[in-house]
């Protein structure tokens, strides 16, 4: 029997089958898992399985994960070597970013951005919050916009609280599967609560003290659209490492980088201090942003492991 996982929580799954019935269920003990992909997480949210039960317990196993269409992992930089497979089988994503209450990093939006490149999914920026908006944070937003949208993420500026914005998100999001992530506190499961009459999930103020979220969202899940369509919550990421992308190829997923490299005088140049570097000259004339520049050298860093 064929089912998709909405639910992971680490030891057990919530699955739907195509004719609707919820499955609770485990992993069979020797499911064979993809040692290319080698992730702390087998089965991840979006994966179509196949279920079998057992017949002494009655249990509902997942035998098989059938191939994935694309998926989004990170690595956590303070457990090195663990990956975690956010989701798969996507249509888009949507990072969801704030600048107060709490402060999203450029560089957080930028490994994001690289990872979702690699893995061709179709990735928007969703600025939440402009409520709070004093002149500083505008001009960081208005900055954000110039930048992504000109190499061609979209950029949405809303606040749940006012409604502002919102409208316009439910044609981007239907008949989609759409992935919601951003640090904790960001207020993506506000937002899926305002697109979905009567879901009430669990949302919480962010620490006064740190101005940081509170990782109240503990297990990814997904959620049907009323106007068909999925959207998953997640749980807040506070750092996003970059994986399985090799240095020479990190410049080809900065889609502003990506038109200047060809003009390189080495095929194999990786921008940092080579003669003829047809990046670092864009750069240089602030064709490409300084700010992205650096989040590339950050990032080329640590997948040569120098940091
Ligand atoms: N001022 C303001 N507050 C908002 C807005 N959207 C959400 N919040 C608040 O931000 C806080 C965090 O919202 P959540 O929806 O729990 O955030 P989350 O991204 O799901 O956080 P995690 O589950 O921890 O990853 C809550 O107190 C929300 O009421 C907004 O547009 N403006
Ligand atoms: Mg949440
Ligand atoms: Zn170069």
Redesign the pocket.
Known sequence: MQATIYKSTGSWYQARTASGEWISCRIKGKLKIDEDISSTNPVAVGDEVILSIDPQTGDALIEDILPRKNYIIRSSPHKRGQKHILAANLDQAWL?VTVL?PRTSTGFIDRFLVTTAAYHIPTSIVI?????LDAAAKAIVAEWIEVYESMGYPVEL?????GEGIETLNSRLRHQTTLLA????????????ALIPGLA??????SQWSEK??????FAEMFELPYGGRII?????REFGVVDIAPEELSHYFLDMQKYVTSCMFNNCLHLNEPGCAVKEAVEEGKIHFKRYANYVHILETLQGKK
């Open positions: 969801m209450q939440n919050k402009i409520d709070l809303i606040s749940v609280k006012t951003g640090h904790s506190g960001v207020g993506k499961s506000s937002l899926i609560n999930l669990r949302v919480q103020p962010i979220g509170m990782h109240t969202t503990t919550d997640t749980p807040g990421i």
